[in-house]
């Protein structure tokens, strides 16, 4: 018999009964369990956010004994100083090899294990005696779980050998205490626990009970928690200790611009905390999503202290500035000078900036700039400021819903807005917009349909003038990319309150939803829907547009315009080839101005181009609607 197998089987399910470990002829008490590596997160790349931060549940541990304070158990004592090492075991069993057993029984079994213990047998009365039946017989006993210790002795006699099995039970159960919890409560742990007190304590339940402990914790992220000790004492009170795993502390790599302070401020644990998976990998998805970033890898590393670790945030920095600058001459607009520039990531300090400024010909056509700055921590609440100032002439064309030409005149506009965001939670964040924009009419430039409207006053007194307003927007965003979204959702309210001294009085409210869903490894399907409605006098330019490469492609730009809207949009993502995705769309929906649905809607089928570069996401797109197909080129990630 193979008795080192048995050594450490005993030491794996031994229970104590108040004696010391040394008393026990081979050490029952086992040394506590190491722990475990600490998880290695794999690499999040651009193209991704997800993170595999799980990690193996850790081995159940050894049950130990509390040591006598002054006197062993006698029971216990006594076992002690009867059993048979293993090696004696083994000698006397390979003289029985082959003889016959006649009778079966057992020593020190109660009437409640007796019975369980037999059924466990395979070796029967009848059969020669053998190392590998008694083996077998010897671990079925132990896995009913109700033994601390057996060994086997044989009789002689006439027509074979009596074979007896001599097993101390398990002591039986007082109480049961849990240590060292504290994300997970003793009531949630004690209700995984279906040992019972005034029973005798079965091992095999228990280690079962302490499996699903550590899956709960698991399941809820703490991948790193395990426990680290189960000791029941002389009076029969059993103590489950756990070690949670705690996040010791971060260290940030490879950013050159970027502050570390603006990396660590998307962490979403602090440090001293249980260290839990799911927070980690939003706190990558959050770094990842600032856009400051081509790759962020993570990668566990143990701490200091015993089942501590430290979260190493290695990222790969991109260009997030960019300057541009035009210049040129035409017969109708004279000189065209155009420059721009901005940065995503200004100072390193997480903030943006862009200024835009283009002139041409004379004082009445194309000029006037375009300034933005945001800041997304103004307090430790994560409130976010951002203003943005313009003035700004253009030439606007203007078409009707059939897609003719109707006019075509410089447009002003002029004024700013001021957004405030603060999140109300991990996912939803709301916010208050407050708008002062003036609009104008130029001068005409080209006749189509609709004339010269440059003498309608009725037309441009309705359409012209100042806005004042407040928009409030609630924004639930559960994506886990932005820029390449696989999965999540994207649900949005925001209402529009127009007035405060302006020239437009009006309500207007817009309901938005877009699922993702993931179809195999890296193909998406995107289902999107929204639905407006306004009351009050607004504008045409206040007014709902639709049509263009954020609405129904394959349309002109706002070609459809109302007081009422729907959307509905389903799309088909796959990738192509590294940082080139296509697409396949169907668009649907339309503007009108009475009543809770229009009596014609318009459609559009499509395929489209998506590239990954440093400055952004760009997006091309053909789409077919009933008059006939449109190419569209967006900058910028689309919905």
């Known amino acids: 018999m193979n008795s080192k197998k048995y050594q450490r089987l005993t030491l794996a399910i031994a229970l104590g009964v108040g004696v010391s470990a040394a008393a026990l002829p081979h050490g029952f008490a086992a040394a506590e369990s190491t722990a475990e590596g600490a998880p290695v997160l794999s690499d999040m790349a651009s193209s991704a956010t997800h993170m595999n931060v799980d990690a193996p549940v850790a081995n159940a541990p050894t049950l130990t004994t509390s040591p006598a304070a002054s006197s062993s158990d006698e029971r216990a004592a006594a076992w002690a100083a009867k059993r048979p090492a293993e090696d004696e075991i083994s000698k006397y069993l390979a003289a029985q090899v082959g003889k016959t057993i006649v009778e079966i029984n057992f020593t020190g079994a109660s009437a409640a294990t007796e019975p369980t213990a037999r059924a466990a047998l395979a070796m029967h009365v009848g059969d020669a005696v053998s190392e590998e039946g008694l083996v077998k017989d010897r671990d079925a006993i132990y896995a009913t779980g109700y033994f601390y210790d057996l060994y086997p002795t044989f009789e002689q006699v006439p027509e074979g050998v009596v074979l007896t099995y001599h097993v101390l039970e398990n002591p039986v159960l007082k109480e049961v205490k849990v240590e060292g919890n504290t994300v997970e409560t003793t009531e949630t742990l004690m209700g995984l626990i279906t040992v019972k ?73 602090k440090t001293g905390e249980p260290f839990n998976a799911n927070l980690a990998r939003r706190s990558m998805q959050r770094v990842y999503n600032l856009g400051f970033f081509e790759d962020v890898n993570v990668k566990m590393n143990p701490g200091i202290e015993p089942n501590a670790v430290v979260m190493e945030i290695d990222v790969k920095e991109k260009r997030t500035g960019s300057f541009g600058i035009g210049a040129g001459y035409s017969s109708a607009d004279g000189m065209v000078g155009m420059v721009s520039v901005s940065d995503t ?117 309705s359409n012209f003038g100042t806005t004042r307003s407040i928009t409030l927007e609630h924004v639930t965003d559960t994506r886990d990319n932005i820029y390449e979204t696989t999965t999540g959702a994207r649900a949005s309210i925001s209402a529009e309150f127009a007035g405060f001294g302006g020239d437009f009085n009006y309500q207007k409210v817009i309901l938005g939803d877009a699922h993702y869903l993931k179809a195999g490894r890296s193909q998406v399907f995107v289902l999107r829907g929204q639905y407006g409605v306004s009351h009050g006098s607004i504008s045409e330019y206040s007014q709902f547009r639709m049509g263009g490469q954020d609405t129904i492609r394959g349309y002109r730009e706002d070609q459809f315009r109302g007081t009422r809207m729907a959307l509905a949009s389903l799309e088909y993502r796959f990738p192509i080839v590294s940082k080139v995705t296509g697409a396949l769309f169907t668009d649907y929906g339309g503007a009108w101005s009475d009543g809770f649905m229009p009596e014609k809607m318009h459609g559009s089928i499509g395929v489209g181009l998506g590239l990954n570069t440093p400055i952004g996401p760009l997006r091309l797109d053909y789409g077919r609607g009933s008059q006939g197909g449109r190419v569209h080129f967006r900058v910028g990630g689309t919905f």
């Open 197 to 269: 007190n005034g029973e005798l304590l079965n091992a095999r339940t228990l280690q079962e009970n302490v499996q699903a402990i550590q899956e709960k914790y698991r399941a809820d992220g703490y991948i790193l928690a395990k426990i680290t000790d189960l000791n029941i004492a002389q009076d029969g009170t059993l103590t489950i200790k756990i070690s949670e795993g705690v996040l010791e502390g971060y260290k940030v790599k490879g950013n050159k611009k970027t502050k570390d302070h603006v990396i660590l401020r998307e962490m979403r644990q």
């Open 345 to 461: 990531n200004f100072r390193g300090m997480g903030d943006t900036i862009s200024l835009s400024y283009e002139i041409s010909g004379d004082d009445t056509d194309a000029r006037g700039y375009t300034f933005m700055y945001r800041r997304p921590w103004l307090d430790k609440k994560e409130t976010a400021g951002t203003l943005r100032v313009y003035n700004r002439t253009y030439e606007y064309d203007d078409y009707d819903e059939n897609g003719n030409h109707k006019e075509s005149f410089m447009r002003k506009y002029s004024g700013g807005e001021f957004t405030l965001s603060r999140p109300m939670s991990e996912y939803s964040t709301n916010f208050i917009t407050l708008r002062n924009r003036k609009d104008k009419y130029v001068k005409h430039t080209e006749t189509g349909n609709a004339g010269n409207r440059s003498g309608n006053t009725a037309w441009l007194s």
